[in-house]
């Protein structure tokens, strides 16, 4: 495992090859010129990389590979190197998945470095998909996330397939572990994984079921505020699925990475692959009641997991898509919002993509242009 300068360098969450997508983003639209972002990308790709078992799409070799496949579309330069690292990302996904499968067979509880998007198997299979969406490798991914998502039981109860047996951050115990519905960390980012792989025709066995289930799983646990707003909660314990009541007494933020905004886009996502326009429908009237000052006011950061730029970008995407008006009426105020915002002054030098500097800027960009030209939104699993 690689440390100090060479880790943060390979960080699509906070260092380097975050911050490179953001300089080939403006090289496309003009912004920015070709010399920087060539100069970015190669202090991002230039050294050791790390491909060992806990790398995924935000750390180490599949994150070089996906800053590469961006920028090789633009700069045929890159497509040889990023060639060679889909082969170094095919043998990580195999061990990957004979270690989930080893797991299972096993009878242990998973974890979300297992499956989640940022260091999982969802995310990895966002690569995959880009990359190499026909490959046995990819399929075989599909397959273990169609499997996944069956329930199980456990002590008499009936837990998700996804249900993690830790708790979600070492402050929020979750004695027994916790089922993990966002986009970032949990069953949204599967959802997504899911839909988008199949609106692309890349489809396996168990794949519909999987979808229904986990759809069904999102209609069981839907919650109202008081003015009728619908809202998930971030995950459930034991005593949730136990008495059949969330103990999160109200909505959280609307964020992309845990919140409701990332959880109706995978919704819409799923609806529109299994043609149902109610469901579609519904999931877009979700995201757009989060874009209302009410609750965009409760947002308390610009970046984007869980600030102003995350919901931006999902709500672009969710409009692009949408068959209802609602998202698309309250996305200009959203855009200004972020093209104001980023001219405010950095309070914290945080020049990373997830939360920092970079990912608001191209949000920006993308409010700017109407549009993404580089494609880097991939990594959110919201197109």
């Known amino acids: 495992m690689l440390d100090g300068p060479d880790a943060v360098r390979q960080s699509l969450a906070a260092g380097a090859a975050g911050i490179a997508l953001l300089h080939l983003e403006r090289a496309l639209t003009g912004a920015g010129s070709w010399q920087d972002a060539h100069t970015r990308i190669r202090e991002a790709a230039t050294g050791p990389l790390d491909g060992g078992q806990h790398t995924g799409l935000y750390y180490g070799t599949p994150a070089i590979a996906f800053l590469l496949h961006l920028a090789g579309k633009a700069d045929s330069r890159y497509e040889a190197t990023a060639a060679t690292l889909d082969q170094h990302v095919i043998r990580l996904t195999r061990r990957r998945l004979a270690a989930a499968t080893a797991r299972r067979e096993h009878g242990a509880a998973a974890s979300l470095g297992e499956y989640d998007l940022f260091y999982g198997l969802a995310g990895i299979g966002a690569l995959l998909m880009q990359r190499i969406p026909a ?53 949204a980012g599967i959802l997504a994984l899911l839909a988008l792989a199949m609106r692309h025709g890349h489809i396996v066995e168990g794949h519909a079921e999987a979808i229904d289930q986990l759809t069904r799983w999102f209609d069981r646990w839907r919650q109202y505020d008081a003015d009728g707003g619908t809202w998930w909660p971030q995950w459930l314990t034991l005593d949730d699925l136990r008495t059949g009541r969330v103990s999160q007494p109200e909505p959280g933020r609307p964020s992309w990475c845990y919140g409701t905004p990332g959880i109706a886009r995978a919704l819409q996502l799923a609806a ?77 030098g945080n020049a990373g993509l997830l939360t920092g500097y970079a990912g608001i800027h191209l949000a920006a960009e993308a409010a700017r242009h109407g549009t993404t030209n580089s494609g880097w939104e991939t990594c959110l699993l919201i197109v």
């Open 135 to 187: 490959s046995d490798t990819f399929a075989d991914l599909l397959r273990y996330l169609a499997v996944l998502v069956r329930p199980y039981q456990h002590d008499g109860i009936m837990l998700p397939g996804w249900w993690a047996g830790h708790d979600p951050d070492p402050t929020l115990p979750t004695p027994g572990g916790h089922a993990n519905l966002g986009m970032a960390h949990g069953a």
């Open 272 to 348: 529109i692959v299994t043609a149902d326009p109610t469901r579609r429908a519904d999931a877009e009237n979700a995201l757009a009641d989060c874009l209302t000052h009410r609750h965009v006011n409760r947002l308390t950061d610009l970046g984007l997991c869980h600030g102003l730029a995350g919901l931006y970008v999902t709500a672009q995407q969710a409009a692009a898509d949408a068959q209802t008006p609602a998202v698309k009426q309250q996305l200009p105020a959203l855009a200004t919002a972020i093209q104001t915002a980023v001219h405010q002054p950095d309070q914290d």
